[in-house]
């Protein structure tokens, strides 16, 4: 069972950058997500990518301005938020999906971490 922790998130100003990070609690070998869901709305795909396949895919609401990169040795990917704005706030979740298939559907995913918040103000 992969165990998911995310951290970095906080306080920032409209048009500043902020990283997270999702710790795995182990190297595995299937499909990472980021998703985040503000108040009142449904959880939205943000990006994804593979340990292996250096597959990544963005959502269009955030291509060019958020990036996903990983480190494999510290089983960690991250977040790299640009130019945030404060429609970008909202709890923010990685997960994991344990084959090694492109989805941007939440209910493919099998294990998510607690989220971390991230608060854009203006």
């Known amino acids: 069972q992969v165990q998911l922790v995310e951290s970095g998130g906080g306080l920032v100003q409209a048009g500043g950058s902020l990283r997270l990070s999702c710790v795995a609690s182990?190297?595995?070998?299937?499909?990472y997500g980021w998703f985040r869901q503000a108040p009142g709305t449904e959880r939205e795909f943000l990006g994804g990518?593979?340990?292996?396949?250096?597959?990544?895919i963005y959502a269009d609401s955030v291509k060019g301005r958020f990036t996903i990169s990983r480190d494999d040795a510290k089983k960690t990917m991250y977040l790299d938020m640009d130019s945030l704005k404060p429609e970008d706030t909202a709890d923010y979740f990685c997960?994991?999906?344990?084959?090694?298939?492109?989805?941007?559907?939440?209910?493919?995913?099998?294990?998510w971490g607690q989220g971390t918040r991230v608060t854009v103000s203006s």
């Open positions: 990518t593979n340990w292996m396949g250096a597959s990544t």
């Open positions: 997960a994991y999906r344990s084959e090694n298939v492109v989805t941007t559907t939440t209910k493919d995913y099998n294990y």
């Open positions: 182990e190297r595995s070998f299937g499909w």
